[in-house]
């Protein structure tokens, strides 16, 4: 079984600095996409960044970087430049590609809010 | 392009009475997932469909809950009788080829459920 674990419940971040989020994982499989998304509090999931196992290279979106080391199992989630807009749930998800049809495992979620 | 519509976004209810939600995906995506989000948790898969059929509902008591999808379009997930447990938010969401779009589901703005 795949699990998906944020060791952090609450992160905080002052405006305009850089915040990393943790996120370990586990699987079996060697095939499998890696995802952080983000709820606001209007509770409507938005894909933040993706990662594909198979790359080597680490996924950046904008102000959105990851950190995958695959060997490791681990997967964080690095926003720079933070804004008051950047508040909110961010679920790590981990999903198989080959298995499973496209069931999203999360993790528990960090909260982050940010400090104007 | 419309997203993933759900209604309704509140609903509070007497427990052991019925309860039923109701999702549109995104147009022209097959599948479709409920997800259940207990407070402060990451959301859990109930049930997944390519098109009509229900492809993954092990993670769905059925002792309660039923779902259909008619027509390979809209879903209705069901409640009844309705448990104090049962109050989570259910997240309707879709995907296309998702094998091949990356990995993403598309999510609803989700039903917040209070059994009193």
């Known amino acids: 079984a795949q699990t998906v674990t944020q060791s952090q419940p609450e992160m905080s971040v002052q405006e305009a600095e850089t915040v990393t989020l943790s996120c370990t994982y586990d699987?079996?499989?060697?095939?499998?996409?890696l995802f952080w998304y983000k709820q606001p509090p209007s509770r409507q999931m938005i894909l933040v960044i993706r990662?594909?196992?198979?790359?080597?290279q680490n996924a950046t979106e904008n102000r959105f970087s990851v950190n995958f080391q695959k060997a490791a199992k681990s997967f964080s989630l690095k926003i720079s430049d933070s804004q008051l807009g950047d508040a909110a749930m961010y679920f790590c998800?981990?999903?198989?590609?080959?298995?499973?049809?496209?069931?999203?495992?999360f993790g528990q979620g960090t909260e982050l809010s940010v400090k104007p | 392009e419309a997203g993933v519509v759900q209604s309704p976004r509140y609903k509070i209810i007497e427990k052991k009475q019925p309860v039923a939600f109701w999702c549109n995906p995104i147009?022209?995506?097959?599948?479709l997932y409920w997800y259940l989000q207990n407070l402060g948790q990451g959301p859990e898969l109930l049930i997944r469909?390519?098109?009509?059929?229900?492809?993954?509902d092990s993670q769905l008591p059925k002792d309660r809950f039923s779902a259909e999808r008619l027509k390979g379009v809209d879903s209705t997930l069901k409640i009844q009788p309705a448990e104090l447990g049962d109050s989570a938010v259910y997240l309707c969401?879709?995907?296309?080829?998702?094998?091949?779009?990356?990995?993403?589901?598309?999510f609803g703005e989700g039903s917040r459920l209070t059994v009193l």
């Open positions: 469909y390519e098109n009509e059929e229900a492809v993954d």
């Open positions: 990662q594909e196992a198979y790359k080597q």
């Open positions: 147009s022209g995506h097959n599948t």
């Open positions: 969401a879709s995907s296309s080829g998702w094998s091949t779009q990356g990995g993403e589901l598309f």
């Open positions: 699987t079996s499989e060697s095939d499998y996409y």
């Open positions: 998800a981990l999903v198989m590609i080959y298995n499973q049809g496209g069931k999203l495992i």
